[in-house]
Each structure stands twice: as structure tokens, then as C-alpha cells.
């Protein structure tokens, strides 16, 4: 389920003339039952709100004077978001026959006497916002609005605004329409409203509510998706120069292929676009690869296991992402691991729509072709993930079928794909005569033709602060330490750029020790996790050639790729 939670307007939208409809009740009811939670977000006073409409106690939050006061009616509890006006500031509109309403934090008149408030404002001083309505005339502290108020009522009921859709009519809605996942405008609506809404009902007012509540049960508003393209997630370029985008909901997603030609540069570019879009993912990471990735939240590492419990309380909050590193558990255990693992965020995301993605590193971990598909009791709704493997052939066939997106690279991405579309049954016309770059991706998308070449993007400034640290940063235990033949230096290179400067420094004896050993390969390979680096030192550590030659041939090789990070 996408929606968790349904945010409506009152006035003008739910209500008419002060009043809800029994069928917007009725309908009310219908939704609460799928386990959806609802917030009534409204420029009225609270007290006001609660004699016109009873049935309030429907609603788990009511987010009142305009975003300025959040009320439970389960416990009666109500949190104030800002403070009220100077009482002089109030006793001058009022000594200037300005009819006010005052709320607990809100001040409200109306049109024609808002000239009148905005000089008042500026009399004292203040630092208050004006916020209009149809006529009304709100004053709020600076920041608050109905979308800031909405965001903090998901925020304690630990769900975002990426699981909301909101329905409005009026000025004031738009932060709110803008603030959710999905914005609907009731057919009265101001045209300025509708031209902003993804959807607009045919119904007005109430029987407008009863439309949306009816698409939200029938499909949750599935088809709207398309709609939907400024939550898309740019992966790359297809070969015309047009963006190629997901969708960030309903995609089940392979990357396969060999390793050191992308793969880890593509899901890291696709986890910079969840950052910045700000959907929840959790990685999965068998190697700890991703220990160092920046602005995520690490459980567990190279000796310590990951703990289910913290794992779980930090994706309880949806501004956090989270990589679990499994690197200290067992291989053979890794499996019952992420079986118990993923039982437990399949509940979460069940009760708040988060984490919005997860990402499967090194998938055949995880989800071995030797493991039932019972392991695992995977849900049938089981979505939004990614996982990475070198061949779909490792994985539980089962959970491959799954699949409506599949991307291969490596050496032979045609070659991949013709071994994933066999395994699952799906036909796949591969174009023949493909010409394949390094970032270059074949991609199949379940119902949408033959596979087509894609040319992957890049992270941005967040990963390169990712890759600054194997070129000039510290690597700590994972630095490379010349010894020797005879084990009688230790010298330690913390980082590619030393490497380079201590390598050209050493004796040839010591040199050659370590390259006739592929120590610079292994290195390149487990500890600066470049596959494609490891691979071309393995060439030169075959190739019999002298000391000089063998270090100027890699730290070619180094400078061409970790230059620009340092």
C-alpha cells in the first residue's frame, strides 16, 4: 500500500455550509477500516470545529488554525506549534474595529480589513505571516501553514508526507497539496488549486471526498501513477538524450552483471536521488561496501552483527536511512539473517509505508537459488527494491519472477539478460550489434518491449565525498602496508594518493614481492572495492615486466579513475 494516510480539508471540501454529508461519514468509515490513518488539516479554531462536527473522533489527527495546533481526539492531547500574538497587538486591530477571532495561536478577521492588519503588523514590529482564504484572513507566526502542521502530525504518528494524499479546495491547501505524495483538488476548487492537483474530482465538495475515498480503496489510486513524474527517479539517459525514469513505488528491480563495470555506481546514484527526494531506503550489505556512504546510519560492521532491534528503531523514522552490514555474520547464516530481517520491515512498512526502498547488495546472499521461496515468506505485494547480483542464475527463482524491471552491465549484459528473460519466461527481443560502453545498462521492463540500452548516470557530490576517501581520506584497517620479502618494513599507505607516493619510493625488491603475489589487486579489489582497478592490476601483475614499468602501468591506472576525487 502506497497511501497510509488520507488528509482532507473541511471547509469547502468535506464540509458544505459547516456540515458533513452521513454518506462523507459512511465513506470515512469505509477507509478507516483498510487500516489507513486519517488527518483533517482545517483553518478553524479547534472548539469551533468540534461543535459544527461531531464525528471528528473519526480522525487520528486534526491539524487546526491553519497548521498552528495538532489535536488527538483518542486522548484528548493538543500540542501547540506556535505562539499567540501580543495581546497589544491584538487589543490595536480590535481599537481599530477590526473584527478578530482568537484561537490559540491564531488570529483571524476578513477580507476587507487584512490592509488594515498588515499595518498593524508593521506598527509593532512583528514578525507575523498573513495567510488568505476565500475571503478569510489568517495571522500566524512566521513558518506555519498547513503543510508545516501536517508534517509534524505524520511525524508523530512515524509515517511522511511520500505515504499522504491530500484533498483541498482553497488558497491555504496549496503548502498542504504540495507537501504530500499525491494532490487532489475537489471540483469547486480555485482554478489556481486545480492547476497544482494531480487529480481532480468529478463530484465537488463532500461527494468529491466520497470519490477519492472509493479510488483509494478500490486500487490505491494505482493508476494515478503515471501523473505522478516529478516524484520519478532519474537512473540515466536513453540513447536519444531523453531521461530515462522509475517510478519510486511498485518497481521490483534486478541489476545483474559482472563485477567493476558499474553496478555500484548505478544503485549509488540511485540512492543520491532517494536522498535527495527524501524516500527512506535500507541497504543490505553482505561486504561493507556501504559502510562509509554518506548521510545513512550504519548497524553493524566488519566484527560487530547488526542488531534487528536498532535496525528497526531507527527506520521507525522516516527521515532516517539505514545500511545494515552483515559482513560479521556467517555466510550460511546470512540468509535466515535476512529472512527475519526483512519479516520485520515487511511489518513496519505494512503499518507506515517506510523504508520506501530497499536495496539487496550482493543478492545471492541473501536470497540463494539453494532456499525455498517458504524461507522467506516474501508478501505478494512484496515491492520497491533493488537487488544486486553478478547472475540472476544465484538467485531463488521464485523471487526472480517478481521481477518487472531488470538491468544488466558488465562484459556481456546480452548475454546476462538472455539468462534472466529464459530463467522467468518472459520473452526478449535483444536487439542485436549493441555496442556497450562502461555505465552502459540493457534494460527490460515487464509489458514495454524488447530491451533497450540506457547509459547509467552518475552519483553527484554525495558519492564523490564516498570516493574522496580511498583516494586521499584514511582507509584505516583496510590500507595497504609494504613488508617486503623479508617482512622487515611496514609501511602503510592509508590511501590510493600515498600508495602511489610510498610505491615509487620503495625498493624494487619490495615492489615486485607484492605484485608477483597480486597483493595490489586484492587490495584494489577488497578494500578500495574497484573491480574494473583490481582487474586491470591482475593483467599487469601476470604480465613478466620490470619494477618501473609495472608501477608506472597502475598508477596510471589509479590517477585516471581517483584524480578528480582527490
Not at 391 to 416: C, H, Q, V, W, Y
Not at 498 to 521: C, K, N
Request: proline share 5%; aromatic share 8%; charged share 25%.
Amino acid at each position: 500500500m502506497r497511501y497510509h494516510v488520507f488528509t482532507t480539508d473541511y471547509d469547502g471540501t468535506l464540509a458544505v455550509n459547516d456540515r458533513v454529508s452521513a454518506e462523507s461519514v459512511r465513506s470515512l468509515i469505509r477507509l478507516k477500516a483498510t487500516g489507513r490513518k486519517l488527518v483533517l488539516v482545517t483553518g478553524r479554531e479547534l472548539d469551533e470545529l468540534k461543535n459544527v462536527f461531531p464525528e471528528h473522533r473519526l480522525f487520528d489527527r486534526i491539524v487546526a488554525e491553519n497548521g498552528a495546533l495538532i489535536y488527538r481526539p483518542a486522548t484528548l492531547e493538543i500540542k501547540l506549534l506556535g505562539q499567540l500574538p501580543p495581546v497589544d497587538f491584538i487589543d490595536s486591530l480590535r481599537s481599530k474595529n477590526v473584527p478578530v477571532s482568537v484561537g490559540r495561536v491564531i488570529v483571524a478577521t476578513h477580507e476587507p480589513y487584512h490592509a488594515t492588519v498588515l499595518e498593524t503588523i508593521k506598527e509593532k514590529g512583528l514578525e507575523y505571516q498573513v495567510i488568505f482564504n476565500k475571503g478569510a484572513v489568517m495571522i500566524l507566526p512566521p513558518g506555519i501553514n498547513k503543510a508545516t502542521g501536517l508534517h509534524e502530525a505524520l511525524r508523530e504518528m512515524s509515517t511522511c508526507a511520500h505515504n499522504t494524499i491530500a484533498i483541498g479546495d482553497a488558497e491555504n491547501d496549496n503548502a498542504m497539496l504540495q507537501f504530500a505524495e499525491c494532490a487532489v483538488a475537489v471540483n469547486n476548487a480555485l482554478s489556481q488549486v486545480k492547476e497544482a492537483a494531480d487529480w481532480i474530482t468529478e463530484p465537488s465538495y463532500g461527494e468529491g471526498v466520497q470519490q477519492l475515498i472509493a479510488a483509494l480503496i478500490n486500487d490505491d489510486l494505482c493508476n494515478l501513477d503515471i501523473k505522478m513524474t516529478r516524484h520519478y527517479l532519474k537512473i540515466g539517459e536513453e540513447m536519444d538524450g531523453s531521461p530515462f525514469l522509475i517510478s519510486p513505488y511498485d518497481n521490483r528491480i534486478l541489476l545483474a552483471g559482472t563485477s567493476g563495470f558499474g553496478k555500484s555506481t548505478l544503485a549509488a546514484a540511485l540512492l543520491e536521488k532517494l536522498i535527495v527526494k527524501q524516500y527512506q531506503f535500507c541497504v543490505i550489505d553482505p561486504e561493507g561496501d556501504y559502510l562509509d556512504f554518506p548521510d545513512v546510519v550504519t548497524v553493524g560492521n566488519s566484527v560487530q552483527p547488526p542488531v534487528i532491534t536498532e535496525v528497526l528503531r531507527l527506520l521507525h523514522q522516516a527521515e532516517e536511512n539505514v545500511v545494515v552490514c552483515i559482513l560479521a555474520i556467517p555466510f550460511n547464516d546470512r540468509p535466515a539473517f535476512f529472512a527475519k530481517l526483512m519479516n520485520e520491515i515487511f511489518i513496519l512498512r505494512a503499518h507506515t509505508g517506510h523504508p520506501h526502498f530497499l536495496v539487496l547488495d550482493e543478492a545471492h546472499h541473501l536470497i540463494p537459488k539453494e532456499n525455498c521461496s517458504t524461507f522467506y515468506n516474501f508478501p505478494e505485494d512484496l515491492n520497491n527494491f533493488m537487488a544486486i547480483t553478478t547472475r540472476p542464475s544465484l538467485l531463488n527463482i521464485d523471487f526472480l519472477k517478481r521481477m518487472n524491471l531488470a538491468m544488466t552491465m558488465g562484459e556481456l549484459p546480452d548475454k546476462t539478460m538472455h539468462s534472466f528473460t529464459m530463467l522467468v519466461g518472459e520473452e526478449a527481443d535483444i536487439p542485436k550489434g549493441l555496442v556497450f560502453q562502461k555505465g552502459d545498462v540493457l534494460v527490460w521492463q515487464k509489458q514495454k518491449g524488447s530491451p533497450r540500452l540506457v547509459r547509467s548516470d552518475m552519483p553527484g557530490q554525495l558519492m564523490m565525498r564516498h570516493k574522496r576517501k580511498y583516494a586521499a581520506g584514511d582507509m584505516g584497517n583496510n590500507s595497504f602496508y609494504f613488508k617486503g620479502p623479508s617482512c622487515k618494513l611496514n609501511l602503510k599507505a592509508n590511501n590510493l594518493l600515498i600508495f602511489i607516493q610510498m610505491a615509487a619510493g620503495v625498493d624494487d625488491e619490495t615492489w615486485l614481492y607484492h605484485l608477483h603475489r597480486h597483493d595490489y589487486s586484492k587490495w584494489f579489489r577488497n578494500s578500495v572495492k574497484n573491480e574494473l582497478l583490481a582487474e586491470r592490476t591482475e593483467r599487469i601483475e601476470n604480465r613478466e615486466q620490470g619494477a618501473d614499468c609495472s608501477r608506472q602501468a597502475i598508477f596510471k591506472l589509479i590517477l585516471e579513475d581517483y584524480t578528480a576525487a582527490a
